[in-house]
């Protein structure tokens, strides 16, 4: 059995880190304002890039950016009080 988990938003702060490296990774390595629509929330339809370009960023820096990603100040309470609890 596989259990999927919706960490952004609720434990990690990914959201925003995504955004940032989406506009790093326009800017500065495919250096091109590829942007269609800023208030849109996936690459697909923010920006216009290649099947290729969204690969890439993907797989090489989306990893690199979902490590920095920040812990909600709620959830670093919720788990001290789990750990307190059920240790």
Known sequence: MRIG???DGVVID???QFRNA???YNLNVLKK???KDPTAL???ERY???KEEVYKFMTEE???WAVKSHIMPRSKRSNR???TRWP
Do not use: H
């Open 5 to 7: 988990i919706d960490l």
């Open 42 to 44: 996936n690459i697909e």
């Open 22 to 24: 989406t506009e790093l």
């Open 14 to 16: 990914s959201e925003r």
């Open 48 to 50: 216009d890039w290649t």
């Open 33 to 35: 304002n590829y942007l």
């Open 81 to 83: 009080i789990t750990k």
């Open 62 to 64: 989306m990893p690199k």
